[in-house]
C-alpha cells in the first residue's frame, strides 16, 4: 500500500486519510480531500467512502483522476426535471403562492361584502 494519493496531480498522504477513517473521523478524511483538491463534497465522500471500504482501492493507479460531478459551477446546467447552480439544486416553485393569495384575496372581499350588506 503506497502511502500516497494522487488525485487531479495533487498528492495527499494516504496513511493520514486512512488514520482517519479506521478512527471514525470521515469528515474530517472529507475536509482534507476537499481542501486539498478543491473538489466538491460529493467526490470527496465517494472517495472517503471507497477507502472505508477497500484502504487499497487506490492503490494501483499512479495518478487517479476524478472528474467534478456537477462540472459546470455557477452557471444552471439543465439536467431532465432539475436545475444545478453550482453545487445546489434549484427546484421550480409552481404558482402555489398566487393561487394562494387570490383565494384569500377574495376570501377577505367576500366577508367584507357579507357584513356590508348583512345589515
Avoid: W
Avoid at 78 to 87: C, I, Q, T
Wanted: aromatic letters at 8%; charged letters at 30%; a positive charge.
Amino acid at each position: 500500500m503506497s502511502n500516497q494519493l494522487t488525485i487531479n496531480t495533487i498528492t495527499l498522504d494516504k496513511s493520514k486519510l486512512i488514520d482517519l477513517i479506521n478512527n471514525k473521523k470521515q469528515l474530517e478524511a472529507i475536509k482534507y480531500i476537499k481542501e486539498e483538491t478543491g473538489l466538491g463534497l460529493k467526490d470527496c465522500k465517494d472517495i472517503v467512502d471507497n477507502l472505508y471500504e477497500n484502504p487499497d482501492y487506490y492503490g494501483g493507479a499512479e495518478n487517479t483522476i476524478i472528474e467534478p460531478t456537477i462540472k459546470k459551477r455557477n452557471t444552471i446546467v439543465k439536467n431532465n426535471d432539475r436545475d444545478y447552480k453550482g453545487g445546489h439544486i434549484i427546484q421550480d416553485k409552481p404558482n402555489d403562492i398566487k393561487k394562494t393569495m387570490l383565494f384569500i384575496g377574495v376570501l377577505i372581499i367576500s366577508i367584507v361584502v357579507y357584513f356590508l350588506f348583512k345589515s
